[in-house]
């Protein structure tokens, strides 16, 4: 079994980091949560998983608390400083509280204290990868509409702003002060390029534009 | 003596032969002067018994004490007349029975009606007074068996304490007749002599020595006689046990009957006894048995030495038996007090063991814990791609991941569960590098918390050393413990093992890149319950030392090049038949 990239086109395909300085222990995860069925990579400390190209994807990052050299504390405080959207799930020794404790404050997904079931940590993994991928796709999605809006002339914005107002198009006309059948031209455009079947579509787009639900 | 036999014999065949119409009578007598001495003697008695006895002839036999003593042996007399020393004999060993005994005469200076001896010196010896002043002269004597020419002094002498065969000078026996010994003192060849009692007289009176040139020791007058001993009953005559009842009657009463004649006269037999003191005293004759003392007489003659013999020995017995108890005991109280000690010194190393495991606890628990948890996450893992049906070629690389880790696992179990055991030590031919190897394998997980890297640099070729292997191991885990908790603060951490071959045997390194010894620390290192650590007892190195130097070899301390320590142990190289060429 290798860890390596088994990432495909999509880009919201979730990938799992898996960073402990043990080797059977880093070994034995990789093979485990691999049957979840995604990518897993694999990193013997926390130098090596930043060294490595730092992940665009979604994903999540199964990490030991206790390494030598970089702890996963630091590593995880590392990520955030770069903005990183990896949900981390902690793997931590007996009698970590303190740093468990600032893990979770860090934002960390969950912990799990070894010895730790290893279904809560499929449970835990497979959650956050879901929230990943969620996140990808809106992100995705939000990325698209926003290419979309860009592809729009400063007049069909103009048009598109008073359409999803839910204006009529002579409202809109004597609003802009241009004609009738320019509105209609600018608005067939719109509905076009933002690839809305209707107006109440393009006000959903907008509004996740503008980052409201 | 033979002479006087053959004589005799002679003289009775011829009596035989004259006297064949008419059965003999035999009677022998000792011829103490003699047999013509004898004859002439004992003639009238004869001439009596021939003329009460006339359909017998009687016949006298003089014989010497042996041939008489042979010749009642041999039954070929009747009658027999001795001296009452020899009858007592005669009659212990051959039934032989007195029936009359001499009385005496009127005419004392021939025959006296007792026994007794005179001991006779020349007349000027003022030196020889009493029977005392024998003592360590020259003195003769008829035989040693003659009674009244012998034994009778011998008596008076023993009671006096000498013994005459060994107190004097020289005792020599003339043999027969006796007037030799009479002669033998007068011609000054003995200085004293032993006479029959009244004999001196008697030839005297006979005009066979010259009157006054011979005295009597302490003479004490008797039946006209002097005579230097008490008095015996006289001679008996006596029949043997053969001799018919009839005869011997007949001849009791002719002797009875028998007038005062010539100086004899026979009356009712006489007490012997007063013979048989003499040779009880003497323990000779029928008594010599007595020279073999019975194991009552002793008892009684020396009990008081014979308790205190037997207590001496009582006592030797009881000492030996309590010097062996006490031995025994000794050797059992040292042996057990080896044992024990050797027990104690077994556990204290255990515990030291122990205590090493105890401080490497936690990094050994983690340790096994790791393979544990793998292999939780591989059976999980299996499960689910079972579950699911998918990717059976991960299945099998997980089980055969499962199996390894478990061996890993058991691994370490084995290496603690060895290291832990409680045993004596077995001092063998190793390679000193194999406990090495086995100390650093099980300090590995402690070394790595405690971010310390351990270099291992094994020497090639080492020769075989003599020591016990746990006890390698347990040093060296010591050394690597303690080097490990001296660079707690110090940066980098590094620990370095070697062993190379050095004249010495084989030399174990182990150095660290810590602080390095106070002088303090150096000056104390070795002493038991000396510690740097806050929670250590102290015991880590002088144990160590103590195992060490237990197997032959020498652990000290030194500075390292680089800073930090390193301590070094030798093992000696293996001194056996493998080493001799």
Redesign the interface.
């Known amino acids: 079994m290798t860890c390596g990239h088994c990432g495909s086109a999509n880009p919201c395909t979730p990938v799992i980091h898996v960073v402990d300085d043990d080797e059977a222990m880093r070994h034995s995860l990789a093979f485990l949560l691999k049957s979840l069925g995604h990518p897993v990579e694999c990193y013997p400390s926390a130098e090596a998983f930043l060294l490595a190209q730092p992940p665009t994807g979604p994903g999540c990052l199964v990490l030991d608390m206790r390494m030598p050299g970089m702890s996963g504390l630091d590593l995880q405080n590392a990520l955030n400083r770069a903005g990183s959207t990896l949900g981390v799930v902690f793997i931590s020794g007996h009698g970590d509280i303190p740093m468990v404790v600032r893990a979770m404050r860090q934002g960390a997904v969950d912990f799990l204290e070894k010895p730790f079931n290893d279904q809560r940590l499929l449970d835990l993994v497979a959650e956050a990868l879901e929230r990943a991928a969620g996140a990808c796709a809106e992100a995705h999605t939000a990325r698209l509409l926003s290419q979309r809006q860009e592809s729009l002339t400063p007049r069909e914005r103009d048009v598109m702003a008073l359409v999803v107002l839910g204006k009529p198009n002579k409202v809109i006309a004597h609003e802009l002060d241009i004609s009738m059948k320019t509105v209609e031209a600018h608005r067939a455009h719109v509905m076009e390029k933002m690839e809305a079947g209707s107006v109440a579509d393009l006000t959903r787009m907008l509004m996740t534009l503008q980052g409201k639900p | 003596m033979r002479v006087l036999l053959i004589l005799s014999v002679l003289l009775g065949w011829s009596a035989v032969v004259s006297g064949a119409e008419a059965p003999s009578l035999r009677i022998g007598v000792l011829a103490f002067r003699g047999a013509e001495m004898a004859e002439s003697e004992w003639e009238p008695t004869l001439a009596y018994l021939r003329g009460q006895l006339p359909q017998r002839h009687v016949v006298i036999v003089p014989l010497d004490l042996d041939g008489l003593t042979t010749a009642v042996k041999s039954g070929s007399l009747d009658f027999v007349i001795t001296n009452p020393g020899h009858y007592v004999e005669l009659e212990a060993a051959f039934g032989v029975t007195r029936i009359a005994s001499l009385s005496g005469s009127a005419s004392a200076t021939t025959l006296p009606a007792m026994v007794g001896s005179a001991v006779v010196v020349r007349a000027e010896r003022t030196d020889l007074n009493r029977l005392s002043d024998l003592r360590g002269s020259r003195l003769a004597a008829v035989s040693p068996e003659a009674f009244g020419g012998f034994r009778v002094v011998w008596r008076e002498l023993a009671e006096i304490g000498i013994a005459p065969f060994s107190d004097t000078a020289g005792l020599q026996f003339t043999g027969f007749p006796m007037e030799a010994v009479a002669e033998a003192v007068a011609e000054g060849k003995a200085d004293a002599g032993i006479l029959r009692f009244c004999l001196l007289e008697q030839m005297e009176a006979e005009g066979r020595i010259t009157p006054g040139l011979l005295r009597v020791l302490g003479g004490i007058p008797s039946h006209g006689c002097l005579s230097s001993t008490r008095l015996y009953p006289d001679w008996p005559f006596a029949r043997l046990a053969a001799t018919p009842e009839a005869l011997a009657k007949q001849v009791a009463i002719a002797l009875l009957a028998m007038p005062e004649g010539d100086g004899y006269a026979w009356t009712v037999p006489a007490d012997y006894q007063p013979v048989h003191d003499l040779f009880r005293a003497l323990k000779i004759g029928p008594y010599a048995y007595l020279r073999h003392p019975s194991a009552r007489q002793l008892l009684r003659d020396y009990w008081p030495w014979l308790v205190m013999a037997l207590l001496g020995v009582v006592w030797w017995l009881v000492h030996v038996a309590r010097v062996e108890y006490l031995v025994r005991r000794r050797t059992a109280e040292l042996r057990s007090a080896h044992a024990e000690a050797r027990l104690r010194r077994e556990e204290m190393e255990h515990g030291a063991r122990l205590a090493l495991l105890g401080e490497m606890a936690s990094s050994l628990a983690?340790e096994i814990?790791?393979?544990?948890?793998?292999?939780?996450?591989?059976a999980?893992?299996c499960q689910?791609?079972l579950t699911?049906h998918?990717?059976p070629e991960?299945v099998t690389?997980?089980v055969g991941?499962i199996a390894a880790?478990a061996e890993?696992a058991a691994g370490i179990v084995k290496r603690i569960r060895a290291f832990a055991r409680k045993r004596s030590p077995v001092p063998q031919n190793l390679d000193a590098n194999g406990p090495l190897v086995e100390a650093v394998e099980l300090f590995q997980t402690v070394a790595?918390r405690h971010?310390v890297g351990v270099s291992l640099d094994l020497g090639q070729g080492l020769p075989p050393v003599l020591a016990d292997r746990l006890r390698i191991e347990q040093v060296v885990l010591n050394l690597l413990q303690n080097a490990a908790d001296a660079m707690s603060k110090s940066e980098p951490r590094h620990i370095a093992v070697s062993s190379s071959a050095v004249a010495e045997g084989v030399e174990i390194r182990v150095a660290d890149t810590g602080p390095g010894l106070s002088p303090e620390a150096r000056a104390r290192l070795f002493e038991p319950f000396f510690t740097t650590k806050p929670d250590g007892l102290g015991l880590g190195l002088s144990l160590s030392r103590t195992m060490i130097e237990a197997q032959g070899g020498r652990l000290w301390a030194e500075d390292a090049p680089g800073g930090g320590a390193v301590f070094r142990f030798t093992l000696p190289v293996t001194t056996g038949p493998t080493e001799i060429p």
Do not use: M
């Open positions: 983690h814990s790791q393979p544990l948890a793998a292999i939780a996450n591989y999980s893992g689910r791609r699911s998918t990717d991960g690389e997980g991941l880790q890993r790595a971010g």
